[in-house]
């Protein structure tokens, strides 16, 4: 299958896995599509560490890594595009899947929650997937109020009020300006730096 990833983007991943390699030498890059054929369809990208389930994955070689391509997801992944997003001093991965339609189902007329969902399956978490991390939506109240909770490398990380606060908070008021607050419910107590924040507008 045809799944491109910039130069730039390459070394990027090849840099980060190089450093989580430093826990366990074993882990690798798998991608795969979540939700397909819904309106929460997203391409999830994740380390980790191959086993017996992951037999039948899809390998493909790149520069200093492997990436490993859930095969059920194969034909909703192929000729992904995957770089890097540069702004300012900071960079993400972003991802261009043609054949995981999701956007296209959510337009400015669907349910705020739907957009809202959509935001963050399209933009916060591949952001976030490039530091090993992830946020889930709780809730939408009735005031408009995002709840979310961290996971991954976001769970019990003490810089989770900075991106909160400058990133996530950010990207809600820039584009849907309908939100009040952005508020996380994360347990970071069970996390390895307890922290636990509020960010609003």
Known sequence: MNIEITPAAEQYIANLLKSERKKNS???LRIEA????????EC???????????????????????????????????????????DGLNQA?????????????????????ERVQALIDQQ????????????????????NEVILRFGGGCHGCGMVDVTLKEGILETFK???????????????????????SEGSR
Do not use: C, W
């Open 26 to 28: 074993a882990i690798q």
């Open 34 to 41: 979540l939700d397909a054929d819904t309106p929460y369809a």
């Open 44 to 86: 999830g990208v994740r380390f980790f560490v191959p086993g017996p389930e992951h037999m039948e994955d899809v390998i493909i070689g790149f520069k200093g890594f492997q990436l490993f391509v859930d095969k059920r997801s194969t034909t909703y992944l192929e000729g992904t595009r995957i770089d890097i997003q540069k």
């Open 93 to 113: 991965l972003v991802m261009d899947t043609p054949n995981l339609q999701s956007l296209s189902l959510v337009d400015e007329h669907s349910p705020l929650a």
């Open 124 to 143: 916060i978490n591949p952001q976030l997937a490039g530091h090993g991390g992830m946020v889930q939506l709780v809730d939408l109240t009735d005031a």
């Open 174 to 196: 820039t584009m849907l300006p309908e939100i009040t607050a952005v508020k996380d419910v994360t347990d970071h107590a069970i996390g390895e730096n307890p922290y636990y």
